[in-house]
């Protein structure tokens, strides 16, 4: 028997379950074993953003090698739907200041506008009692852009 294959979505599709999402897996490849990690991010439409801490084992990775896959997901509790979208790209640093300003306070609108808990900002390198726009403010982050996305795959069970 042969096994059943899951339908490909449409971009239209798969880019409508990018702005339902918020929460990205990055799986950086420059290491013995590929490192995941989960990011919050932001859709201009065009590029994923993200928000990085200074410090940890993604930093050495990201330095070494930028070349990434980012997965987004969205399923029901029991399974019975499930999407995915899978991106390989490069992750670059995005240095310009009114770039970085405006991603910043796209950060600061969706943490608003999905009413998410204060102690979302810790991913940032903030407390939970700074408000969101210390993240303008501060730049105790890097800002990150997907870019150069070679291949996608994206999925749904029907």
Same mark, same amino acid.
Not at 49 to 62: A, E, I, N, P, W
């Given at each position: 028997?042969?096994?059943?294959?899951?339908?490909?979505?449409?971009?239209? $599709?798969?880019?409508?379950?990018?702005?339902?999402?918020?929460?990205?897996r990055i799986a950086f490849g420059?290491?013995?074993?590929?490192?995941?990690?989960?990011?919050?991010?932001?859709?201009?439409? $065009?590029?994923?953003?993200?928000?990085?801490?200074?410090?940890?084992?993604?930093?050495?990775?990201?330095?070494?090698?930028?070349?990434?896959?980012?997965?987004?997901? $969205?399923?029901?509790?029991?399974?019975?739907?499930?999407?995915?979208?899978?991106?390989?790209?490069?992750?670059?640093?995005?240095?310009?200041?009114?770039?970085?300003?405006?991603v910043r306070e796209q950060f600061?609108?969706?943490?608003?506008?999905?009413?998410?808990?204060?102690?979302?900002?810790?991913?940032?390198?903030?407390?939970?009692?700074?408000?969101?726009?210390?993240?303008?403010? $501060?730049?105790?982050?890097?800002?990150?852009?997907?870019?150069?996305?070679?291949?996608?795959?994206?999925?749904?069970?029907?």
């Open positions: 028997m042969d096994p059943v294959k899951i339908p490909k979505m449409p971009k239209a $599709e798969y880019d409508a379950l990018i702005r339902r999402q918020y929460i990205a420059a290491c013995e074993h590929p490192y995941v990690a989960p990011f919050v991010y932001v859709f201009d439409g $065009e590029y994923l953003y993200f928000l990085s801490t200074r410090y940890g084992r993604k930093m050495k990775y990201f330095k070494s090698d930028p070349r990434v896959s980012v997965e987004i997901e $969205e399923y029901a509790p029991d399974l019975s739907a499930f999407t995915f979208v899978s991106l390989q790209g490069l992750l670059e640093e995005v240095t310009e200041p009114s770039q970085k300003k405006m600061v609108g969706m943490i608003r506008d999905r009413s998410l808990s204060p102690q979302v900002l810790s991913a940032f390198g903030h407390t939970p009692d700074d408000a969101p726009e210390a993240i303008v403010r $501060e730049e105790r982050s890097m800002v990150w852009k997907l870019a150069g996305v070679r291949d996608i795959v994206a999925l749904k069970n029907g």
